[in-house]
């Protein structure tokens, strides 16, 4: 059976992440439910897009733009609903650094070197754990962010880091909930955007 993978918002903003998932076998499933309707879906994903609230992670506002007030409480109530169930949640830009609020942690609010360039994504390399399955050393991703995870949230540990630094991926201690800064529902087919997906469609099987 098809696993469904819950992303809140409209289908006509997110076109890109229902191609990715598809294109590993799932189902996406859109929507405005935080409540418990979405109890039925398997997985959660939370896609790119504009800011946090600074207020969010105990800061002022210095650097954050296009925020997204009703998306953040939508997705953080989300993810306390299927972290609760232990069911499987994946982040992707934005969607990395609400997990790192969801748990605790805090936001750099500009970064700079990792914007996106006039033609499309910026890339560079990473470096990853050495206990980390998915990717090996010397992958190159594409970036276009402008703020990162700072400190990491509670039970939150960093599996990827760009040159610089910057936590490029993420993974709970405990529960099945993942993260990438970067963007793999644009790198295209094959790896390593959707040797992700596959990887996430089959947690917690």
Same mark, same amino acid.
């Given at each position: 059976m098809r696993r469904t993978v819950y992303i809140w918002g409209d289908p006509e903003r997110f076109a890109n992440y229902r191609r990715w998932v598809e294109s590993a076998g799932g189902r996406a499933v859109f929507g405005k439910e935080t409540g418990r309707k979405t109890a039925r879906w398997d997985a959660l994903l939370l896609p790119g897009g504009g800011d946090l609230e600074p207020w969010r992670y105990g800061q002022e506002n210095r650097a954050s733009r296009n925020l997204e007030p009703e998306r953040d409480a939508a997705e953080l109530q989300l993810l306390q609903a299927f972290t609760a169930a232990g069911k499987p949640v994946l982040g992707v830009? &934005?969607?990395?650094?609400t997990i790192n609020v969801f748990f605790g942690g805090t936001l750099a609010q500009d970064v700079p070197g990792h914007g996106?360039?006039? #033609? #499309?994504? &910026?890339?560079?390399?990473?470096?990853?754990? %050495? %206990?980390? +399955?998915?990717? $090996? $050393?010397?992958?190159?991703?594409? %970036?276009?962010?402008h703020q990162a995870a700072d400190r990491l949230g509670g039970g939150l540990r960093a599996v990827q880091w760009a040159e610089d630094g910057v936590v490029e991926a993420l993974r709970h201690e405990r529960l099945p909930v993942w993260a990438?800064?970067?963007?793999?529902?644009?790198? #295209?087919?094959?790896?390593?955007?959707?040797?992700?997906?596959?990887? +996430?469609?089959?947690?917690?099987r």
């Open positions: 830009c &934005r969607g990395l650094q996106a360039w006039e #033609g #499309g994504d &910026r890339l560079h390399g990473v470096r990853a754990a %050495s %206990s980390h +399955f998915l990717w $090996e $050393e010397g992958l190159a991703v594409n %970036s276009a962010h990438v800064q970067w963007h793999p529902e644009r790198l #295209g087919d094959p790896a390593p955007g959707r040797r992700l997906m596959e990887a +996430f469609l089959d947690l917690g």
